[in-house]
Nanobody, 118 residues
């Protein structure tokens, strides 16, 4: 059974940084793309970032490009999202996702809340 568990969310002031982590149970981790998707209050889930199986190709939403960095450690079955220069509009529940790209994923975590105060 595949499970994804996020951690690292919290409250931060605008301009600050947070680092999210996600542990991916299951041996299939290294064979799957992984990514992050977020959902702001009252809005639909939107793609944030994704990284390919071996970690040498990434893609980002325009809204976070240059501020967020996605990475992975296949040995530890971990995926990370480093968020810098945070803005109030980054406030959302952030979901770790596996086996997919963009807005379409097979596996989902339960999410971790990020609140950016102005």
């Amino acid at each position: 059974q595949v499970q994804l568990v996020e951690s690292g969310g919290g409250l931060v002031q605008a301009g600050g940084s947070l680092s999210l982590s996600c542990v991916f149970s299951g041996r299939i981790f290294s064979t799957k793309t992984v990514g992050w998707v977020r959902q702001a209050p009252g809005k639909e889930r939107v793609f944030v970032a994704a990284i390919n199986k071996i970690g040498d190709s990434t893609t980002y939403a325009d809204s976070v490009k240059g501020r967020f960095t996605i990475s992975r450690d296949n040995a530890k079955r971990m995926v990370y999202l480093l968020m810098n220069s945070l803005k109030p509009e980054d406030t959302a529940v952030y979901y770790c996702a596996g086996d997919g790209w963009g807005d379409t994923w097979t596996y989902w975590g339960r999410g971790t809340q990020v609140i950016v105060s102005s």
